[in-house]
């Protein structure tokens, strides 16, 4: 990802939606200068409840709430925002990316690739 994906991504939707960087700032409670360097890469995208509220305000899809977290997490240089809680309660998801890193590790490859595809489809097909 380049620098400040979040930030173009969010000016841009914001645009689309034909909203001024103020009016985005008021409605999200923030000052239009801290939105500013928000979107201008030179402050951290805020944080998991405000991503939220963002993304009903742009009106974005599922995937597009994902993507926008992810280029948020990158630019915080943390583990995707809306996980660690998830990881926390679940065993199963600890053990299974634990066994997942270590069989890297081992191979020294993403040997694990296929079988993460193939868990997604079997949920996707749940569905």
């Known amino acids: 990802m ?3 994906q979040f930030g173009e991504f969010v000016a841009n939707k914001r645009k689309e939606k ?3 960087l103020r ?6 409670d923030l000052s239009p200068a801290y939105w500013s360097d928000i979107e201008k890469g030179r402050r951290n995208p805020p944080n998991l409840n405000t991503l939220q ?5 742009l009106g974005l899809t599922n995937g597009e709430f994902d993507e926008m977290v992810d280029m ?5 240089d943390e583990i995707p925002m809306d996980l660690p809680e998830y990881i926390k309660d679940s065993e199963l998801a ?3 990316l634990r066994k997942a890193r270590k069989k890297s590790e081992a191979s020294g490859t993403d040997s694990t690739k296929k079988a993460w595809e193939d868990f997604i489809k079997a949920l996707d097909d749940e569905e």
């Open 18 to 20: 034909e909203i001024s």
């Open 72 to 76: 948020a997490s990158v630019d915080r």
């Open 2 to 4: 380049s620098p400040n």
């Open 53 to 57: 509220e963002l993304a009903k305000i």
């Open 23 to 28: 009016g985005m700032a008021e409605l999200l």
């Open 94 to 96: 600890r053990t299974a």
